[in-house]
């Protein structure tokens, strides 16, 4: 599988996931707009992965 087949696959992957859309559906999206919903993905799990951070720290302070 070439790179470029490889990364579809993970863009399908991650968005099917997450939000339960069909394979047929996510490969209909244009590019920019499957891009801005990966985009968000992970706009929402760097904001977890600060937020479990901050959870540990305030944890380890009491």
């Known amino acids: 599988m070439s790179a470029r087949a490889g990364?579809?696959?993970n863009e399908v992957h991650t968005l099917a996931?997450?939000?339960h859309w069909a394979e047929?559906?996510?490969l209909t999206l244009r590019l920019h707009r499957r891009r801005a919903y990966l985009?968000?993905?992970e706009q929402e799990a760097?904001?977890?992965l600060v937020a479990g951070l901050l959870g540990a720290e305030d944890a380890r302070r009491t």
């Open 7 to 9: 990364n579809l696959v």
């Open 17 to 19: 996931s997450r939000y």
């Open 24 to 26: 047929r559906d996510i």
């Open 39 to 41: 985009a968000l993905i």
């Open 46 to 48: 760097d904001r977890a």
